[in-house]
């Protein structure tokens, strides 16, 4: 690959976003273009479930690189933009409003997404799965002392969004299908100690629970949040 060779990274997440950096830090001086479906420059996910939830502002804590820095590094920044299709043979992406980016190298950094349930697909009223900036700011409007919230899944994510909504005054319950929590990670002992915290913290902890049907109803003030 030559100095020169421009190259496409596809997903203007943390991962892209360092990806990009470095191919400057070693060198590379041909163009560099990231491209992200967001309309976020981008920023770090882990806040996403605790300081975001917290609080309107944080979200501008969580930015990879400072504002500039892509102007700085010669980094061309495409958010709000989707990738449809790549042509290995000729080497193009073609994006969702019929753009055709050529790219001598390109790097896909997409990520992954949220599991939907079937019965509660995004865009239902008072169903939220968090993923992205915007989730986690339309989580947070929901959260008040009134709330009712059921987490699905007792993972990380899960049981920090569980803390963050105890602690704006939300009724919670997580509902985990498996024995315990984090059972695949923990051992025993460590996954009993975190259970009792997360029930001493006022949290409605439900083990071995696996949904067999789900539904909304209008009347009811219940948010779900899938991991």
């Not at 899960?158 to 803390?163: C, I, N, Y």
């Amino acid at each position: 690959m030559a100095d020169a060779d421009p190259i496409l990274i596809i997903g203007a997440g943390q991962t892209g976003a360092v990806a990009a950096a470095t191919l400057r830090d070693l060198g590379h001086a041909g163009p560099i273009t990231l491209i992200g479906q967001e309309a976020h420059a981008p920023y770090e996910r882990p806040p996403l479930s605790k300081a975001v939830l917290q609080t309107a502002d944080a979200h501008g804590q969580t930015a990879v690189h400072a504002g500039d820095f892509y102007e700085q590094q010669r980094i061309t920044l495409l958010t709000g933009t989707e990738a449809v299709a790549i042509n290995a043979a000729d080497r193009t992406v073609r994006l969702a409003d019929g753009r055709a980016l050529s790219y001598s190298r390109c790097l896909l950094a997409t990520g992954g997404r949220a599991r939907e349930l079937p019965s509660l697909p995004r865009g239902t009223p008072g169903v939220h799965y968090i993923r992205t900036l915007d989730d986690a700011a339309a989580l947070r409007a929901g959260l008040t002392a009134q709330a009712r919230v059921a987490v699905i899944g007792g993972g990380f994510l899960g049981l920090e969004v569980a803390s963050t909504a105890r602690a704006l005054g939300a009724q919670v319950t997580v509902l985990e299908s498996a024995p315990r929590l984090l059972e695949r990670v923990l051992p025993p002992a460590l996954s009993d100690w975190l259970a009792e915290r997360a029930r001493r913290a006022g949290v409605d902890l439900r083990l071995g629970a696996r949904i067999v049907r789900s539904y909304w109803q209008p009347h009811a003030d219940a948010s779900v949040t899938q991991q």
